[in-house]
């Protein structure tokens, strides 16, 4: 293997992590931040911009967009067949902390 070959394969490593990571961390943090202004949330959209500045929801959202970025980024030197399968590790963890960490219900039909 070249020099060039195993830092792209470093590089494809790292960001995959930083999409798994943000995925999971930046979900969870807007969860949690929901459940804390759920209930003062109406129809108005002055409200989800208000609850835009719960700690949480913008934790949660600027997770959020460095997945959505770190994402396109992977994508666009990496095979959709190895990103797929590797980020698809984010969605099981985010399952695991709702349940653990928000005490949801989870099920093996979800």
Sequence with gaps: MNLHTAKLRLK?????AIVVLSNVLGNFALGLGLR???KLLSWSPLAYIEALF???VAVGV???IVWMLSRLALLSWADLT???PVTLVGYA???VMG???LDEQVTLTR
Aim: positive net charge; aromatic residues 14%.
């Design 54 to 56: 719960n700690p949480w």
């Design 36 to 38: 804390q202004v759920g």
């Design 93 to 95: 963890l985010i399952a």
């Design 99 to 101: 349940r653990l960490f």
């Design 12 to 16: 494809t490593q790292i960001v995959a």
């Design 82 to 84: 190895y990103v797929l």
């Design 62 to 64: 600027s997770l959020l």
